[in-house]
């Protein structure tokens, strides 16, 4: 009897979840469809199925909609400030923590107000602007970087607390150097941190708009989602070639998320939890 | 193992080591911040770039004598208040479906969470599929004959505004739900085992055992999702642009449309005063639910 209340219970939620599911499900299934339809048949959005599959509709987008360039710059830009995020932030971090003194502190205090403040992005637009970087993708990454740094700093000197002092002793008796210290025995050891911080940046920055749309609107280095953004500007009745770009758009980004879903949930959780 | 003394330490951590991030957090981060405080006085527009004129207090008076301003500063807390309310509901009950025990259940947590990675530009666009006149939603009440609740949804205030709130809990309860879900692995089993030798039901259960030692999950989810909603800017921007009218205009997008028109002056200004408050909103919320931590 209690068995079977259980039993009850549990298809009861897998009933409610699947319900649920549906609406998560919905919008991607009408997406992927409607990127295989004709025009006249996407501009009447439904879940039918199309009569014959459009690939040409993908064909289109790859030779007209600049997206490959958009994820060239993407890649450039993620790839260049995810760098000097870790790099830079683990470097200070780890001095930070090591040194415990004043200085140290003071570093440590300046980068936690970064935390808490938020970006002026109109007075960052003008410095952008004075310093001639409007457009070129040397502005756009700094500024990520900018953003993000505050957070590599604080979480990778929090973390080198719990690694003993002896292994950098160790490292020193050996006779390495204070950046051999740093990239070849701390960072191997900060893993986990470093992953997490990875993801964070990684995924913030992919999916920025906000930067680029004031930094690099129009300009042929703009990065995905602006790509995106303006390619929907030029087609906003072929719905076809719009949910086609989606779908090459969100494509990588989910078959990346499917493999290293354990990482990403991990790492964006911590983020939260820490910041 | 003797050498930490002070010099020592200096010479194996060099400070100068913290030099490149200290510069390039300095320059493009503090630098501007330290400007907007002062620009956000001067008259300061495209024509006039380079020579600002101090004005004092005039930007911050004008902004709370425009109408737009005002509504946009009610939209945002409203966006972010009720935001807060639905994900930390919505995210609590998913959690809670998908911690018990059966088979598949990770497959839920994988679909709930996937909208999280994607780009809030994406999703924009994709609901704009779903919501306009002949989207998805309108053809499906059609299907059911029900004529009369066809409507533009993103063409007036009350539906844009409900629609931008349900989409950005769409995108977000799954991660809400995963901060409950370590939250609620982290309560020791034994609690339960005892209160069920107790006779407690299970709403008894929830309201003793599980709510009370959740405390610390809730801080988080409502502090990062408060802060998080004062920002909004991309789903606003790509599902109205602020519109109809001005009626959906949050405080991220008044400073872009005033950055737009060339009013550099005013749109700092906005954007300071969305700064002052995201922190003092976090700060007050932060000190609230960190006491009822302590309560419990």
Not at chain 1, 145 to 152: K, Q, T
Not at chain 2, 87 to 101: D, E, I, M, R, S
């Given at each position: 009897?209690?068995?079977?209340?259980?039993?009850?219970?549990?298809i009861?939620?897998i009933i409610?979840?699947?319900?649920?599911?549906?609406?998560y499900i919905?919008p991607?299934?009408?997406?992927v469809?409607?990127?295989?339809k004709?025009?006249g048949e996407a501009l009447h959005?439904?879940?039918?199925?199309?009569?014959?599959l459009?690939?040409g509709n993908y064909?289109?987008v790859i030779?007209?909609?600049?997206?490959l360039?958009?994820?060239?710059?993407?890649?450039i830009i993620?790839?260049?400030a995810v760098a000097?995020?870790?790099?830079f932030?683990?470097m200070?971090?780890i001095?930070?923590?090591?040194?415990g003194?004043?200085k140290?502190?003071?570093?440590y205090y300046?980068?936690?107000?970064?935390?808490t403040?938020?970006?002026q992005?109109?007075?960052?637009?003008?410095?952008?602007?004075?310093m001639?970087l409007?457009?070129t993708?040397i502005?756009?990454i700094?500024v990520l970087?900018a953003?993000?740094?505050?957070?590599?700093v604080?979480?990778?000197s929090?973390?080198?607390k719990g690694?003993?002092?002896?292994?950098d002793e160790?490292?020193?008796?050996?006779g390495?150097t204070a950046f051999?210290?740093i990239?070849?025995?701390l960072l191997?050891?900060m893993k986990?941190?470093?992953?997490?911080n990875l993801?964070?940046?990684?995924i913030?920055i992919?999916?920025?708009f906000?930067?680029p749309l004031y930094?690099m609107?129009?300009?042929?280095r703009?990065?995905i989602?602006m790509?995106i953004f303006n390619?929907y500007?030029?087609?906003?009745?072929?719905?076809?070639y719009v949910f086609?770009?989606?779908v090459i758009?969100?494509?990588?980004?989910?078959?990346?998320?499917?493999?290293?879903q354990k990482?990403i949930?991990?790492?964006?959780?911590?983020?939260?939890?820490?910041? | 193992m003797?050498?930490?003394n002070k010099?020592?330490?200096s010479?194996i951590?060099?400070?100068w080591?913290?030099l490149?991030a200290?510069?390039?957090y300095?320059?493009?981060?503090i630098?501007?911040?330290?400007?907007?405080?002062f620009?956000?006085?001067?008259?300061?527009n495209?024509?006039?770039?380079d020579s600002?004129?101090?004005v004092?207090m005039?930007n911050i008076m004008?902004?709370?004598?425009?109408?737009?301003f005002l509504r946009?500063v009610?939209n945002?807390?409203?966006?972010?208040f009720?935001?807060t309310?639905?994900k930390t509901?919505?995210?609590?009950?998913?959690?809670?479906?998908?911690?018990q025990k059966?088979?598949g259940?990770?497959i839920?947590r994988?679909?709930?969470y996937?909208p999280?990675?994607?780009?809030c530009m994406?999703v924009?666009?994709?609901?704009?599929g779903i919501l306009?006149?002949?989207?998805l939603i309108?053809?499906?009440?059609?299907?059911l004959?029900?004529e009369?609740?066809?409507?533009?949804w993103?063409?007036?205030?009350g539906?844009?505004?409900f629609?931008?709130?349900?989409i950005?809990v769409w995108?977000w309860?799954g991660?809400?739900?995963f901060?409950?879900i370590s939250?609620?692995?982290?309560?020791?089993r034994?609690y339960?085992?005892?209160?069920?030798i107790?006779g407690a039901?299970s709403w008894?259960?929830f309201r003793?055992?599980t709510?009370?030692?959740?405390?610390?999950?809730?801080?988080?989810?409502?502090?990062?999702?408060?802060?998080g909603?004062l920002?909004?800017f991309?789903?606003?921007?790509?599902l109205?642009?602020?519109?109809?009218g001005?009626?959906?205009q949050?405080?991220?997008t008044?400073?872009?449309?005033?950055?737009?028109?060339?009013?550099l002056?005013k749109?700092s200004?906005?954007a300071l005063?969305?700064?002052v408050?995201?922190?003092a909103v976090?700060?007050a919320?932060?000190?609230?639910l960190?006491?009822?931590?302590?309560?419990v």
């Amino acid at each position: 009897m209690k068995m079977n209340r259980k039993r009850v219970g549990k298809i009861f939620t897998i009933i409610i979840l699947l319900a649920i599911s549906c609406i998560y499900i919905i919008p991607i299934l009408m997406m992927v469809l409607g990127s295989f339809k004709t025009q006249g048949e996407a501009l009447h959005m439904d879940l039918g199925l199309p009569e014959h599959l459009q690939f040409g509709n993908y064909q289109h987008v790859i030779e007209t909609g600049g997206i490959l360039r958009g994820y060239t710059n993407s890649l450039i830009i993620t790839v260049a400030a995810v760098a000097i995020i870790i790099i830079f932030g683990s470097m200070t971090g780890i001095v930070i923590s090591r040194r415990g003194d004043r200085k140290g502190r003071g570093l440590y205090y300046y980068f936690v107000f970064g935390l808490t403040a938020t970006m002026q992005i109109v007075t960052t637009y003008a410095l952008i602007l004075k310093m001639n970087l409007y457009g070129t993708y040397i502005s756009v990454i700094l500024v990520l970087a900018a953003i993000n740094l505050p957070f590599a700093v604080i979480t990778f000197s929090s973390y080198v607390k719990g690694i003993p002092r002896e292994i950098d002793e160790a490292a020193i008796m050996d006779g390495c150097t204070a950046f051999q210290l740093i990239f070849q025995v701390l960072l191997p050891i900060m893993k986990p941190i470093t992953i997490t911080n990875l993801i964070i940046a990684a995924i913030g920055i992919w999916n920025n708009f906000q930067v680029p749309l004031y930094l690099m609107s129009s300009s042929e280095r703009t990065t995905i989602p602006m790509m995106i953004f303006n390619f929907y500007g030029l087609y906003s009745r072929d719905w076809n070639y719009v949910f086609a770009a989606l779908v090459i758009t969100v494509l990588p980004v989910v078959i990346l998320y499917l493999c290293l879903q354990k990482y990403i949930v991990e790492g964006m959780t911590a983020g939260a939890v820490k910041g | 193992m003797i050498f930490i003394n002070k010099k020592q330490l200096s010479k194996i951590y060099p400070i100068w080591l913290g030099l490149p991030a200290g510069l390039v957090y300095t320059i493009f981060f503090i630098v501007p911040i330290v400007t907007a405080l002062f620009y956000s006085f001067t008259d300061w527009n495209m024509d006039r770039f380079d020579s600002p004129k101090f004005v004092g207090m005039r930007n911050i008076m004008n902004l709370f004598q425009d109408e737009v301003f005002l509504r946009s500063v009610w939209n945002t807390v409203l966006f972010a208040f009720s935001t807060t309310i639905l994900k930390t509901v919505v995210g609590l009950l998913l959690a809670l479906l998908v911690v018990q025990k059966f088979r598949g259940n990770s497959i839920f947590r994988t679909l709930f969470y996937l909208p999280c990675v994607l780009s809030c530009m994406i999703v924009g666009l994709l609901f704009t599929g779903i919501l306009k006149q002949d989207g998805l939603i309108n053809n499906f009440l059609l299907a059911l004959g029900r004529e009369d609740l066809v409507r533009d949804w993103l063409g007036s205030y009350g539906t844009a505004m409900f629609w931008i709130i349900i989409i950005e809990v769409w995108m977000w309860a799954g991660f809400t739900m995963f901060l409950f879900i370590s939250g609620l692995q982290a309560i020791p089993r034994e609690y339960y085992e005892s209160a069920q030798i107790d006779g407690a039901s299970s709403w008894m259960q929830f309201r003793k055992i599980t709510l009370p030692l959740l405390a610390p999950s809730f801080t988080v989810v409502v502090t990062f999702n408060i802060t998080g909603g004062l920002k909004v800017f991309d789903l606003v921007y790509s599902l109205t642009g602020g519109g109809p009218g001005f009626d959906t205009q949050v405080l991220s997008t008044y400073t872009y449309r005033a950055f737009g028109m060339g009013l550099l002056g005013k749109s700092s200004a906005s954007a300071l005063i969305l700064s002052v408050f995201i922190v003092a909103v976090t700060f007050a919320l932060n000190k609230f639910l960190r006491s009822k931590e302590v309560d419990v």
